[in-house]
Each structure stands twice: as structure tokens, then as C-alpha cells.
């Protein structure tokens, strides 16, 4: 296999660290990593899923933990300001 350099732009940085630990813990190179995954999306064909709006009528609600009990309301802070 020719061996060349490809610089690629607008790789999620968080994400393509994750990807290099795993390829490491597989005992890959990175490259070889890229490939598979490569051929894996190549081969089944997938497109970008679309978004669609009605799919947050099926979000349901979770516990953020101790300490967010009132995030909702902080966020409105940011966002609209304090009320008058």
C-alpha cells in the first residue's frame, strides 16, 4: 500500500483523540483505523441522518445529578436576562 500524507481539515478534536486511543488499545495505527472505518461507512452505504424536529418530542427527561436543580432557570438567566 502507497503510504502518503493527507492533512484533513475539520476534525472534531475530542473526537479523533478517542479514535486514537482506541486504534492504540486495538494495536492499529491510526491509519489502519481510518481505513476500516472508512471501508465499514463506504460499504453500508449510510447518509447523513437528518434532522428532524419532531424527533425532540421523544426526548425524555434524565437527572443532571446534585447541584443542577436549577440549571433551567440559570440558562434563562443568560439568555433573556434577569427579570424585571
Not at 500524507?5 to 472534531?12: F, K, Q, V
Not at 452505504?45 to 437528518?50: I, Q, T
Not at 426526548?59 to 434563562?76: L, Q
Amino acid at each position: 500500500m502507497k503510504k502518503d500524507l493527507h492533512a484533513i481539515r475539520g476534525l472534531d478534536e475530542e473526537i479523533y483523540m478517542k479514535f486514537k486511543e482506541k486504534a492504540i488499545t486495538e494495536g492499529m495505527t491510526v491509519g489502519e483505523a481510518l481505513n476500516l472505518a472508512m471501508k465499514d461507512w463506504v460499504k453500508g452505504g449510510s447518509k447523513k441522518e437528518e434532522l428532524n424536529p419532531k424527533n425532540l418530542l421523544n426526548a425524555k427527561p434524565f437527572d443532571w445529578g446534585s447541584g443542577t436543580e436549577r440549571t433551567s432557570e440559570e440558562v434563562d438567566k443568560i439568555l433573556y436576562g434577569n427579570k424585571k
